[in-house]
């Protein structure tokens, strides 16, 4: 059985509405292609990354200091998919 580190990034949550429905919808799309874990922390609480519940959970707002961890054979490019929707603040329309 093979083992994998896991790969710990801390993040700050760009989204100016902090983490709702429309990150979380898309680091929800985005995990699906990878095999990788990857949880959320925040305040004390941990989030799949699978789970948009989960995630609606966290509370965190704007400018958040997330902690990502992920492990798998795909750990760091899960990893990094998610760090960039969390990093990313969408244009204004």
């Not at 990857?38 to 789970?51: C, E, H, N, Y």
């Amino acid at each position: 059985m093979e083992t994998h580190e896991s790969v710990i990034r801390q993040v700050t949550l760009a989204h100016r509405n902090g983490l709702h429905l429309t990150p979380i919808g898309a680091i929800v799309k985005a995990v699906t292609g990878f095999t990788a874990d990857v949880k959320i922390s925040f305040d004390g609480k941990i989030a799949d990354t699978r789970s948009a519940m989960d995630m609606m959970l966290l509370g965190a707002t704007a400018g958040a200091e997330l902690t990502l961890e992920a492990v798998g054979s795909d750990a760091e490019e899960a990893l990094q998919a998610v760090a960039q929707i969390l990093e990313t603040e969408p244009p204004r329309h």
